[in-house]
């Protein structure tokens, strides 16, 4: 599958990049992004065409790999949806409900494959234990926490300069990731309530279909000291407490799979769990928090 690649930020040039060039079912087949030198200079590290029209990327590909703000991702996600390619869209799919919309809606009318990169879901280690957790049942609640410190004042992160991430904060970059863990295994949330924290920090309180209870704090705003082993997805029921393995690889492991995810849907035709569909619920639970914020 030849797989162009959308976008030239920080995130493409660490993880898409490497991962699509890398991949051994995959072409590379070129990069596009809405600063053309930028495009130009990406490219150039791995040896592909850039394209200074997205037209026409998309008439050399059979899928797009989209790095791009969740704004501007769920517009250029509609596009190659209706010139028929397949998408591979990062999390949150849009940041509004009628934008996550919409891209479903295009991928339905296209019968294109689409699968959203939450990282967990695709670390070797979790997503094995997640699916595990999902089969055994019998929980009682969960918690997760995600303790980052792109935006403290001590950090360095190649994301501080972000500025969706700075406008939406924690919510709605971490919080999809939180989501996206604890649905498969819970069950669809039927009341979400949001409670700010300090800065961009934020507790959220889940009810399950099956009666189970969950509780997320998210932040992105946590003191570097803070911040290690940040990231925590803990089960208790039946079967006691368990808690989720730490990720020892890289994203580009685990964007490699998510590849591989959408060369098999694409392929065979049959969903996957964290398709669009799955993305769009995401958002419609992060904007019915964000509506208990106040926001």
């Known amino acids: 599958m030849r797989i162009g690649l959308l976008g030239t930020g920080p995130w493409a040039q660490r993880v898409h990049a490497p991962a699509l060039a890398a991949h051994p079912e995959a072409?590379?087949?070129?990069?596009?992004g809405r600063r053309p030198e930028a495009a130009a200079e990406l490219a150039g590290e791995f040896g592909v065409p850039a394209f200074a029209d997205v037209e026409r990327l998309l008439a050399e590909v059979d899928a797009v790999s989209i790095a791009l703000p969740?704004?501007?991702?769920?517009?250029?996600?509609?596009?190659?949806?209706?010139?028929?390619k397949h998408l591979l869209l990062d999390k949150p799919v849009a940041l509004t409900v009628e934008q996550a919309r919409g891209v479903v809606e295009a991928t339905e009318r296209a019968k294109v494959a689409s699968v959203v990169f939450f990282t967990l879901r695709f670390g070797a280690d979790q997503a094995g234990w997640l699916a595990e957790q999902a089969a055994r049942g019998g929980w009682f609640t969960a918690r997760a926490e995600w303790f980052g410190s792109v935006f403290a004042a001590d950090s360095g992160s190649p994301y501080a300069d972000s500025p969706w991430r700075r406008e939406k904060g924690a919510l709605w970059d971490v919080g999809p990731h939180?989501?996206?863990m604890l649905l498969p295994v819970l069950g669809d949330a039927t009341e979400i309530t949001a409670v700010a924290g300090p800065l961009d920090?934020?507790?959220?309180?889940?009810?399950?279909?099956g009666g189970a209870s969950s509780t997320l704090t998210?932040?992105?705003t946590t003191p570097v000291a803070a911040a290690v082993d940040g990231v925590v997805v803990e089960l208790r029921g039946e079967a006691g407490r368990l808690v989720m393995p730490d990720?020892?690889?890289?994203?580009?492991?685990?964007?490699?799979?998510?590849?591989?995810a959408l060369l098999s849907s694409a392929a065979d035709g049959a969903a996957h769990p964290c398709d669009a569909?799955?993305?769009?619920?995401?958002?419609?639970?992060?904007a019915e928090a964000e509506r208990s914020l106040g926001r």
């Open 27 to 32: 072409e590379f087949a070129g990069v596009w």
């Open 70 to 84: 969740p704004a501007v991702q769920a517009e250029y996600a509609v596009r190659a949806a209706g010139a028929g």
């Open 178 to 180: 939180a989501l996206s």
């Open 201 to 209: 920090t934020v507790h959220l309180v889940l009810r399950h279909v």
């Open 218 to 220: 998210l932040s992105l």
């Open 247 to 260: 990720r020892n690889e890289s994203p580009q492991a685990a964007y490699a799979r998510a590849v591989s």
């Open 277 to 286: 569909a799955f993305g769009l619920r995401v958002v419609e639970l992060l």
